[in-house]
């Protein structure tokens, strides 16, 4: 799954493998993040990592249009991982 995961990252955004393999290691992050607080913010059955969950929250009206929810989840997970300096050169 992360080769495949790696692939579309690569292929899609251009990156060089070092770039795609940083993109990954967000995404787990974010992943490790979210399930930590899932049953505190969100209920048990909603999978964030979803399509339908993303393009949801890409379409909420009361969003700012302009900002990414990726962008979003990963704020919140390098605050949670602050203390701990994982993330501190993986600044977008």
Not at 2 to 11: A, F, G, P, T, V
Not at 31 to 56: C, G, M, W
Request: net charge positive.
């Amino acid at each position: 799954m992360l080769n495949k995961c790696h692939d579309i990252i690569r292929n899609a955004e251009k990156h060089d493998t070092a770039k795609t393999f940083d993109e990954i290691a967000k995404v787990l992050f974010m992943k490790v993040h979210i399930e930590r607080n899932a049953l505190k913010q969100i209920s048990p059955t909603t999978n964030i990592f979803s399509l339908k969950y993303i393009e949801d929250k890409e379409n909420d009206p009361g969003r700012n249009f302009n900002e990414s929810v990726f962008k979003d989840m990963f704020d919140q997970t390098k605050k949670e991982f602050s203390r701990d300096k994982i993330l501190w050169k993986m600044k977008k």
